[in-house]
């Protein structure tokens, strides 16, 4: 079926600007990818599943202009030991990196692998994300791998001593950046990936996650400050049995983000966790949309996201729980909430469940709220401030999703990074 | 130490007047209760005291050692000295009870312009005071009273009391959902923390707490004022004839 004139034109004003890196290995599956962004045309406004959040900028043919953010905060994770591959405006830094060396995994830029005959990668650049296009199109996930420039293949055999630490860094006002990356978790193999940095002017980041049968993978992200950066990405994840997938990210600024997640429950006993933080002040448009997939027997899967909203904010929550036939057993949860600061901010969400099996247990909740007036006063009748009762009753929202993460190490970082937060803007 | 004079407060919302002239004046070392049958605007009181919103003072003034409190905001009031066990305290998930207590007792510090106490001396001090109202450990850790039982919120009511060391204790309805044991525990508590510079204002239905925090006066409120004083033996009266006689006597 031939494209709407409007979205034909958006999506060829877009890719003129475009140009396929000449990856060997990895050419096949950019050309399919290719050819599914011709099918699908770039999002528009009139997409069903952009309806809360406006794509132009994420797809526009004009180069993106964003400033940089100067702060004193000392950067996440810094005090933390890990291995750190730094990208900055989605170039991989040699001279920035650690060496890529660390026992129990095997790092390879996307662009190496080819030379290195990795089969593994070879089998899944392309492969979760093309699977992901259904039941919803994901344009910008293809548009991703067609055209990422680079990117890491991380693959975990064993249980590495420290985490991976991918650091994104803007160094250009202009930059626009696509980065591709794919992890394969050996059977009975453990990690922890760390995100972090603003990226880019615009930045379009994919990750395809291939976690075998006992295999467990903890992501913990923080979205940069740099306030007017946008950005879309996608994390694409397939559980094998008893596997484990927990995911956290922490949002704060930034005038557009979209997060999807892709998740996709295909052994008996596995565990998927996604869990988000976001803080948003003004011209801020925060978006996660979800979609778990349960296809095998006794799976549990919990969406905790949590969004604190002020100054005319707005934060979208798009998440859905399918249950396919035969996933017996299944054990859903999603909860989606706002604590909207003033009247002017919103929180557009859009839960959903879609069940083929009898023997299953989803629940859904979803709600808006402000800061309660009662605790407030109890905090205050106790000499507490309100810009302090304010914060606690803030950070105490919050702590639902934050308590996601399992390592405290990493889960002080965040709320140490939300305390910044909250002190400069409430 | 807490001086009430004329105080007319109605709700912010309607016309509706709930305090009609309050005269009362708390001396320091001594204990006041109130008593008064429902609706008779005791908790109404207490929350105009404390500061919170919804009321409106048409006249009158409430004074704490000279201040005004009435042109307090709610954390200041604390800062000076005013303190209230809520009838219904407050479940707050996601904030530490132990968290909670040390943001509040360092607030009034620095408000009063005195040092921080440090972690381990904080520490130090929750624990003894913790010990003797039987707050274990876990209570301490768990959120603010989320998950308590009615006896347990109010010991914690009177934990954060002991901590505070406020000038001016008032205690609306703290004995309601208190089984004997647990009230002896709490009268125990506000008991040994009367002292010659602190004053109480013990808001109470019945009599039976006042067996166990024994008051030097008492007073009956009905209608919006005070209607009533008298010492220890008018509680008794209260309790044998309940409050009709009383009232139709003031009327």
Same mark, same amino acid.
């Given at each position: 079926?031939?494209? %709407?004139?409007?979205?034909?034109?958006?999506?060829?004003?877009?890719?003129?600007?475009?140009?396929? %890196?000449?990856?060997?290995?990895?050419?096949?599956?950019?050309?399919?990818? +290719?050819?599914?962004?011709?099918?699908?045309?770039?999002?528009?406004?009139?997409?069903?599943?952009?309806?809360?959040?406006?794509?132009?900028?994420?797809? *526009?043919?004009?180069? %993106?202009?964003?400033?940089?953010?100067?702060?004193?905060?000392?950067?996440?994770?810094?005090?933390?030991?890990?291995?750190?591959?730094?990208?900055?405006?989605?170039?991989?830094?040699?001279?920035?990196?650690?060496?890529?060396? /660390?026992?129990?995994?095997?790092?390879?830029?996307?662009?190496?692998?080819?030379?290195?005959?990795?089969?593994?990668?070879?089998?899944?650049?392309?492969?979760?994300?093309?699977?992901?296009?259904?039941?919803?199109?994901?344009?910008?996930?293809? +548009?991703?791998?067609?055209?990422?420039?680079?990117?890491?293949?991380?693959?975990?055999?064993?249980?590495?001593?420290?985490?991976?630490?991918?650091?994104?860094?803007?160094? *250009?006002?202009?930059?626009?950046?696509?980065?591709?990356?794919?992890?394969?978790?050996?059977?009975?193999?453990?990690?922890?990936?760390?995100?972090?940095?603003?990226?880019?002017?615009?930045?379009?980041?994919?990750?395809?996650?291939?976690?075998?049968?006992?295999?467990?993978?903890?992501?913990?992200?923080?979205?940069?400050?740099?306030?007017?950066?946008?950005?879309?990405?996608?994390?694409?994840?397939?559980?094998?049995?008893?596997?484990?997938?927990?995911?956290?990210?922490?949002?704060?600024?930034?005038?557009?983000?979209?997060?999807?997640?892709?998740?996709?429950?295909?052994?008996?006993?596995?565990?998927?966790?996604?869990?988000?933080?976001?803080?948003?002040?003004?011209?801020?448009?925060?978006?996660?949309?979800?979609?778990?997939?349960?296809?095998?027997?006794?799976?549990?899967?919990?969406?905790?996201?949590?969004?604190?909203?002020?100054?005319?904010?707005?934060?979208?929550?798009?998440?859905?729980? /399918?249950?396919?036939?035969?996933?017996?057993?299944?054990?859903?949860?999603?909860?989606?909430?706002?604590?909207?600061?003033?009247?002017?901010?919103?929180?557009?969400?859009?839960?959903?469940?879609?069940?083929?099996?009898?023997?299953?247990?989803?629940?859904?909740? *979803?709600?808006?709220?402000?800061?309660?007036?009662?605790?407030?006063?109890?905090?205050?009748?106790?000499?507490?401030?309100?810009?302090?009762?304010?914060?606690?009753?803030?950070?105490?929202?919050?702590?639902?999703?934050?308590?996601?993460?399992?390592?405290?190490?990493?889960?002080?970082?965040?709320?140490?990074?939300?305390?910044?937060?909250?002190?400069?803007?409430? | 130490?807490?001086?009430?004079?004329?105080?007319?407060?109605?709700?912010?919302?309607?016309?509706?007047?709930?305090?009609?002239?309050?005269?009362?004046?708390?001396?320091?070392?001594?204990?006041?209760?109130?008593?008064?049958?429902?609706?008779?605007?005791?908790?109404?009181?207490?929350?105009?005291?404390?500061?919170?919103?919804?009321?409106?003072?048409?006249?009158?003034?409430?004074?704490?050692?000279?201040?005004?409190?009435?042109?307090?905001?709610?954390?200041?009031?604390?800062?000076?000295?005013?303190?209230?066990?809520?009838?219904?305290?407050?479940?707050?998930?996601?904030?530490?009870?132990?968290?909670?207590?040390?943001?509040?007792?360092?607030?009034?510090?620095?408000?009063?312009?005195?040092?921080?106490?440090?972690?381990?001396?904080?520490?130090?001090?929750?624990?003894?005071?913790?010990?003797?109202?039987?707050?274990?450990?876990?209570?301490?850790?768990?959120?603010?009273?989320?998950?308590?039982?009615?006896?347990?919120?109010?010991?914690?009511?009177?934990?954060?009391?002991?901590?505070?060391?406020?000038?001016?204790?008032?205690?609306?309805?703290?004995?309601?959902?208190?089984?004997?044991?647990?009230?002896?525990?709490?009268?125990?508590?506000?008991?040994?923390?009367?002292?010659?510079?602190?004053?109480?204002?013990?808001?109470?239905?019945?009599?039976?707490?006042?067996?166990?925090?024994?008051?030097?006066?008492?007073?009956?409120?009905?209608?919006?004022?005070?209607?009533?004083?008298?010492?220890?033996?008018?509680?008794?009266?209260?309790?044998?004839?309940?409050?009709?006689?009383?009232?139709?006597?003031?009327?």
């Amino acid at each position: 079926m031939a494209l %709407p004139e409007v979205k034909q034109t958006a999506t060829e004003a877009r890719l003129a600007t475009l140009t396929m %890196p000449d990856a060997g290995c990895t050419r096949a599956a950019r050309e399919d990818a +290719l050819a599914r962004v011709l099918e699908m045309g770039l999002p528009g406004r009139r997409d069903e599943y952009w309806k809360y959040t406006r794509p132009d900028t994420l797809i *526009s043919a004009e180069q %993106p202009h964003a400033a940089l953010f100067h702060s004193d905060e000392p950067l996440l994770f810094g005090n933390l030991d890990r291995l750190k591959i730094v990208f900055i405006d989605g170039v991989f830094s040699a001279e920035e990196s650690d060496d890529l060396e /660390l026992e129990g995994v095997n790092i390879d830029r996307i662009e190496d692998i080819c030379c290195k005959d990795i089969h593994w990668a070879k089998e899944l650049y392309g492969v979760l994300e093309a699977r992901g296009q259904s039941p919803v199109q994901r344009p910008l996930a293809a +548009l991703n791998t067609a055209f990422a420039a680079d990117g890491v293949a991380i693959h975990v055999t064993g249980k590495p001593a420290k985490p991976i630490s991918l650091i994104y860094r803007h160094a *250009s006002e202009t930059s626009d950046a696509m980065l591709h990356h794919i992890i394969r978790v050996e059977s009975g193999a453990e990690v922890t990936i760390l995100e972090n940095g603003p990226a880019a002017s615009r930045f379009n980041k994919c990750i395809e996650i291939d976690i075998a049968d006992g295999g467990t993978l903890h992501h913990v992200r923080a979205q940069g400050r740099d306030h007017e950066r946008c950005a879309a990405t996608h994390m694409f994840t397939r559980l094998g049995q008893e596997s484990v997938y927990k995911s956290f990210t922490l949002t704060v600024n930034g005038v557009l983000t979209r997060n999807e997640q892709v998740i996709e429950l295909t052994g008996d006993d596995a565990i998927a966790h996604v869990a988000g933080a976001c803080v948003g002040d003004g011209d801020f448009h925060h978006d996660d949309t979800v979609f778990v997939t349960h296809d095998a027997v006794n799976c549990e899967s919990r969406q905790v996201f949590k969004k604190v909203l002020r100054n005319g904010a707005t934060g979208v929550f798009q998440g859905k729980i /399918l249950v396919k036939e035969g996933a017996q057993k299944t054990d859903g949860y999603q909860i989606s909430q706002s604590l909207l600061l003033d009247d002017d901010s919103q929180f557009l969400a859009k839960p959903e469940l879609e069940i083929y099996a009898d023997d299953v247990a989803c629940s859904h909740g *979803s709600t808006s709220g402000a800061i309660d007036d009662t605790a407030l006063f109890y905090l205050r009748s106790r000499g507490v401030s309100v810009k302090d009762a304010t914060n606690m009753l803030t950070l105490a929202f919050l702590a639902e999703a934050v308590d996601e993460i399992e390592d405290e190490v990493l889960s002080e970082a965040i709320v140490n990074r939300l305390e910044g937060w909250l002190s400069r803007h409430i | 130490m807490l001086e009430i004079k004329n105080l007319h407060v109605k709700l912010e919302e309607e016309e509706k007047q709930i305090l009609k002239g309050v005269d009362l004046t708390v001396e320091a070392g001594k204990v006041h209760a109130i008593m008064g049958p429902n609706g008779s605007g005791k908790s109404t009181l207490s929350y105009v005291l404390s500061g919170r919103d919804g009321y409106e003072v048409t006249e009158g003034s409430a004074t704490l050692e000279g201040e005004d409190l009435l042109e307090m905001e709610p954390e200041e009031r604390a800062a000076a000295g005013i303190f209230l066990a809520f009838q219904y305290p407050v479940e707050i998930p996601g904030v530490g009870n132990m968290t909670f207590l040390r943001t509040a007792v360092n607030a009034q510090r620095k408000a009063r312009g005195e040092d921080e106490l440090s972690a381990a001396d904080f520490l130090k001090e929750v624990r003894a005071k913790a010990k003797s109202l039987k707050i274990d450990a876990d209570m301490l850790k768990r959120p603010v009273n989320v998950g308590f039982s009615g006896g347990e919120k109010k010991r914690n009511e009177i934990l954060q009391m002991a901590m505070l060391e406020p000038k001016m204790c008032i205690l609306d309805e703290t004995d309601s959902g208190l089984d004997v044991d647990a009230m002896k525990l709490v009268a125990e508590g506000v008991n040994a923390l009367r002292d010659e510079g602190r004053g109480f204002l013990v808001i109470t239905h019945y009599q039976r707490l006042l067996d166990h925090i024994k008051p030097d006066v008492v007073h009956i409120m009905a209608d919006g004022r005070i209607v009533k004083t008298g010492g220890p033996e008018l509680a008794l009266e209260v309790e044998n004839n309940g409050y009709a006689d009383i009232l139709a006597e003031v009327n």
